[in-house]
């Protein structure tokens, strides 16, 4: 399958990279789910990418993919000097020390049979690192820094805790082993605007004083902008756009990110209205369009949409477009 | 007080605030009825379980020795309150010492059932390949009938407890290993699984931490179901006379003595009958009762 | 039908609703709709009464929309529940009143309920299956709403349907009839519902986070339906939502909900530009925008959500509150009006000095009287 272009990826010192990535589920009578269709994307050291879409963009199985939750059907996940897709199951477990996840379901998340201490402490015990009271004291450390009292939370199970505080334990628990990359799948999209913005400050920190990178994967665009260095926004599968954050929210250039822009409702102002887009949703991930797959929501759109792939080119200094219209370099590019 | 990130604890725990008018809250409840009914259920039970415990102690007659007349009617005198069987051995006495056999029949044949099927649902829940095999065993063994392969194995292994008990187990373990099945891979796609899962853990200890229990809530409530079946079915292969060998008494093994005297001691078939009817019963209603208690 | 002007006087607070029409319908501004006055919802549950709405007022005039803002847990869903009188179960109890056109709800016959139910008042839920039936066509669903309150053939009702889904952008609105609701996405159905809610041309619509669950696309067309029916037939509209905002941009009036009570409300731009209670403010800098530069620390509210149920003394946001005062924790505010239609439950509001000599005297000390630790850079962070 053809991917969306591979300029936008760096040429070395990428802490995780994904190429070609393919995710497809069959369905009863030979049809698939085109879920992921020729993914590319890497992450720096010490770097966020916000991976960005509505649902049915593929940006949630994205993320499955990449800690091998879910298999890829075609592609590489090039981690730290391994490729995932080929590991076998004992080789990938080492790996997987250095590569974590914060879900969306932040109470979900926790084993409900089990204290938060003890759900803290569990990575140390799998990986059989120092003794049980070490383990312990880690873990009350970790809580400590997420902004829980040990003390006091500790032995709680996750039903008597509020989502914040749930989430903060994910956080203190991804963070037990070190990891060199965090992959967050909408971390705040189940929690309270109050809490959301705790949650994303502590995010911040913490990235900040461990020198962590960052896939944040979230379906909000303000959100993103709180968070992220880079921004790729994904439609159907295949990536639209990919930008350094401020380039994208200065200068979006694909129509869908300038729609997704233009729907974010804003405080006391007047909605602005994209103009297109309207009455028209998400086309089944069964049976995408061919060409460009925006084009049936694209106010653009022309026959080459519909004949031809666009690919992802650079229109101004790190920021790169999948779209016919717009790949002309802007005039102000080389000053940037 | 707290760390720089906004990790202000839940406030003061306060008393709970009365009503609007300080009225009792009005709680839901179960129909009283029922509440009735599992009480009356879990007296029962205990009264059969300390019976079954204590048989050996209590100032009853040897189960296994003539006591009096053949065929003595119930309510004589201690210790022939029930009466006597055809050898005028302690109707009461034999209950008692059959409920012992039979209830550890049933437990043992259900806690291995469980622990069997348990494992394999589970496994098969994980592992395609083993799903396939597992699957084939278990569809097999509910198509054959319960008493054909308890005769079978009786027949290959000689009448006695071990094949009774591993007879029943083999009989139960198919339904436990299907409910197992079906609750691991619906808690499988649940994020604390995945997010084991990407913490490295094994399998099998995503297993045991992350799933195993949440497929012990319905198991459990289900076993007692099964226990119930299983008290039953040693009735009927005891009836049958596969069952333990005489002159060990079992209830099924007293209800199939008791009937070739039906026309004369009809209370030798009666009052075994009633007691384990009763007693499956008890298990039924409380099975019934923790299952709604666990949704 | 009742077409009224938009643009009347905003009839909004807490006051009670004598003292905004004192002969019922004062010069140049008509009846209020709605008068909602010391509202107070107690659920029984095994662990003990919860009263998760209490004292709870507001005045919707005509025509007018009012938007309700709160967290999980703010009693913001059981507001428009209790009006709606969807908690008449056993376990519920609700104390106050809630008078529509005049006439009391809270003790009105379930017959009347469901003459009002639809015919007056038409309510769109976050979840659109809670409307739809997954096994009956989207038409035959339509149809039925429209005949239970319209005397209507089947041939009419049938042509009043399709006209109902153009209305509300539906492509292919005729084979749309014939689909089941799973043929159809989320944004879909819950465009359909809207279609059901107006069918009967209501005087209140209340919609219950109609946008939660939709894409960010789909809810900016969402919403834009939902004002456009509400300004063409002068329905007035309660818009409840735990975004801030989506209602701002297309609200009147704007309620401010947090743990159980109704703390601050006004005309939406007064609320939005200078919030009197020092939840809204917070709230408000804590949302995230795309306006803000990248990078920039969201300003936070210490802590968690009171839960409605628990009982305290003083004000039920102290905890949280950088401003709290030791009178913050002894005396629950009460509630005060302001003349430009404002009300707000605040010993402290933000636009007397008396706020801000509170914070200076907390930053002082380092902590409010509640014990929450402030430091400067809190405060400015995100100012």
Not at chain 1, 19 to 25: A, G, M, N, Y
Not at chain 3, 233 to 260: P, Q
Request: glycine share 8%; proline share 8%; hydrophobic share 45%.
């Amino acid at each position: 399958m053809a991917g969306t272009g591979k300029a936008h990826l760096r040429s070395a010192g990428a802490v995780l990279r994904a190429e070609d990535l393919v995710v497809e589920f069959p369905l009863r009578g030979g049809k698939r789910v085109h879920a992921v269709s020729g993914v590319d994307f890497d992450i720096l050291p010490g770097e966020t990418l916000a991976l960005v879409g509505e649902s049915g963009s593929g940006k949630s199985t994205t993320a499955k993919a990449i800690v091998q939750l879910e298999k890829p059907t075609a592609g590489h996940v090039h981690f730290e000097g391994d490729d995932l897709t080929v590991l076998r199951s004992g080789a990938l477990r080492q790996v997987r020390s250095r590569l974590q996840m914060v879900f969306q379901d932040p109470i979900a998340s926790l084993n409900p049979w089990r204290e938060v201490l003890d759900i803290v402490a569990e990575p140390l015990q799998i990986w059989r690192r120092g003794t049980r009271r070490e383990q312990l004291d880690a873990a009350r450390a970790a809580m400590r820094s997420v902004g829980l009292d040990p003390e006091t939370m500790g032995g709680r199970r996750a039903s008597e805790l509020s989502g914040g505080q749930c989430q903060r334990v994910s956080i203190a628990r991804a963070l037990m082993l070190e990891p060199r990359v965090v992959i967050c799948d909408e971390p705040v999209a189940a929690l309270d605007v109050s809490v959301q913005a705790q949650i994303l400050n502590l995010l911040g920190d913490l990235k900040a004083q461990l020198d962590l990178s960052m896939l944040f994967i979230s379906h909000d665009l303000a959100v993103v902008r709180m968070v992220s260095d880079r921004v790729m926004v994904m439609y159907l599968g295949k990536i639209c756009e990919v930008a350094s954050a401020a380039s994208l929210y200065e200068a979006p250039s694909h129509p869908y990110t300038t729609l997704l822009l233009g729907s974010i409702p804003r405080l006391g102002q007047a909605p602005a209205a994209p103009g297109y887009g309207l009455g028209t949703e998400i086309p089944s991930p069964v049976d995408p369009p061919s060409g460009c797959r925006f084009r049936t929501r694209c106010p653009l759109a022309t026959d080459l949409c519909t004949k031809e792939e666009p690919v992802l080119k650079e229109i101004a200094k790190d920021h790169y477009v999948a779209c016919h219209h717009r790949n002309q370099r802007r005039p102000d590019a080389d000053q940037r | 007080m707290k760390s720089k990130i906004d990790g202000a604890g839940p406030p003061p725990v306060l008393p709970a605030e009365p009503g609007l008018d300080g009225r009792a809250p009005a709680r839901t409840r179960p129909k009283g009825r029922r509440r009735v009914g599992v009480w009356l259920a879990g007296a029962w039970l205990a009264l059969v379980i300390s019976v079954a415990l204590l048989a050996d102690v209590l100032p009853l007659a040897d189960p296994t020795v003539n006591i009096a007349p053949a065929e003595s009617a119930p309510f004589g005198a201690w210790p022939e309150f029930l009466g006597t069987d055809r050898l005028g051995r302690s109707v009461l006495s034999r209950l008692a010492h059959g409920a012992q056999v039979s209830l550890l029949i049933g437990v043992l044949a259900t806690v291995f059932g469980m622990a069997a099927g348990v494992a394999m649902g589970m496994l098969s829940a994980v592992r395609p390949a083993s799903d396939f095999v597992l699957g084939a065993l278990t569809d097999s063994l509910l198509a054959v009938p319960g008493v054909v392969l308890l005769l079978a194995l009786g027949a290959t292994m000689g009448a006695g407890l071990t094949p009774l008990v591993l007879g029943l187990a083999l009989y139960a373990m198919p339904s436990f290993a299907r409910l197992a099945r079906g609750t691991t891979r619906t808690v499988h796609g649940r994020p604390h699984v995945q997010a084991a899962q990407v913490m490295g853990a094994g399998q099998f200890r995503i297993l045991v931490r992350e799933i195993l229990p949440a497929v012990l809530r319905p198991v459990i409530a289900y076993s007692v179901v099964v226990l119930a079946s299983l008290v039953v079915a040693e009735a009927s292969v005891s009836y049958l006379g596969l069952g333990v060998p005489p002159p060990t008494p079992t209830w099924g093994g007293m209800i199939s003595d008791g009937q070739s005297s039906l026309d004369q001691a009809p209370y030798l078939v009666l009052v075994p009958a009633a007691i384990l009817f009763i007693t499956v019963l008890s298990l039924g209603v409380l099975g019934r009762s923790s299952r709604q208690g666990n949704p | 039908m009742k077409r009224l002007s938009r643009r009347s006087t905003p009839a909004l607070g807490h006051r009670p609703p004598e003292q905004t029409a004192p002969d019922g319908r004062p010069s140049g501004t008509s009846a209020p709709l709605l008068v909602v006055d010391d509202l107070a919802t107690e659920f029984a549950t095994p662990g003990g009464p919860v009263l998760a709405l209490r004292n709870a007022g507001l005045v919707l005039p005509q025509g007018r929309t009012l938007g309700v803002v709160g967290e999980s847990g703010s009693g913001k869903s059981v507001l428009v529940r209790s009006i709606m009188r969807l908690l008449r179960s056993r376990g519920v109890r609700h104390e106050g009143s809630v008078r529509f056109d005049g006439e009391e709800l809270l003790t009105a016959s379930n017959a009347r309920m469901r003459k009002i139910w639809g015919d007056r008042i038409a309510m769109v839920f976050q979840d659109p299956m809670t409307t739809l039936h997954p096994n009956h066509r989207i038409g035959f669903q339509i149809t039925e709403a429209l005949r239970e309150h319209l005397p209507l053939s089947p041939d009419e009702a049938q042509d009043r349907a399709l006209r109902l889904l153009e209305s509300v952008a539906i492509p292919e609105p005729a084979r749309r009839l014939r689909q089941y609701p799973h043929e159809m996405s989320g944004g879909m159905r819950q465009r359909i519902v809207i279609a059901i809610a107006i069918a009967c041309a209501p005087d209140l619509l209340l919609a219950d986070e109609p946008t939660t669950a939709l894409d960010v696309t789909v809810q900016a067309q969402v919403l834009d339906l939902l004002s456009l029916h509400q300004s063409r037939r002068g329905m007035a509209m309660i818009l409840v939502s735990h975004d801030l905002a989506v209602v701002s941009s297309r609200t009147d009036e704007l309620a401010v909900m947090y743990s159980g009570q109704i703390v601050e409300s006004g005309p939406t731009a007064a609320v939005l530009d200078a919030p009197l209670m020092p939840y809204t403010a917070a709230l408000l800098r804590s949302t995230p925008t795309v306006d803000k530069a990248p990078g920039t620390r969201l300003h936070t509210i210490p802590g968690e959500p009171l839960p409605p149920e628990r009982r305290v003394t003083g004000c039920r946001f102290a905890s949280r509150c950088r401003y709290a005062v030791e009178r913050c924790l002894t005396t629950e505010p009460p509630l005060a009006a302001t003349p430009g239609g404002r009300g707000y439950r605040c010993h402290l509001p933000l636009d007397g000095t008396a706020a801000q000599e509170a914070l200076a005297a907390n930053l002082a000390r380092g902590r409010t009287a509640a014990g929450l630790a402030v430091t400067e850079t809190d405060v400015v962070r995100g100012a």
